[in-house]
């Protein structure tokens, strides 16, 4: 079973040693809004991250996301 995004950025928080208070701060200074981490944590618990702020959070902590086509049969 494929991880969904709350568990892949866990796990991405866990590799990089970063609290999700000190993300919601980064995120904070590079979108200039205020995010704070209880909300942050709520969007990844109820699964309403938005694709953007996905893609922000693997830039901040050094990754890229990529479509890679299934292989099919």
């Given amino acids: ?4 995004a709350r568990e892949q950025v866990k796990t991405l928080l866990a590799q990089e040693n970063v609290k999700l208070k000190e993300l919601a701060l980064m995120l904070s200074e590079v979108t ?6 209880n909300v942050l944590s709520r969007k990844l618990t109820r699964g309403t ?3 953007n702020e996905t893609l922000m959070i693997a830039e901040l902590l050094g990754y890229e996301i990529a479509f890679i086509k299934k292989k099919n049969g």
């Fill in 1 to 4: 079973m494929k991880l969904l």
């Fill in 49 to 51: 991250l938005s694709y």
């Fill in 32 to 37: 200039g809004k205020n995010c704070a981490p």
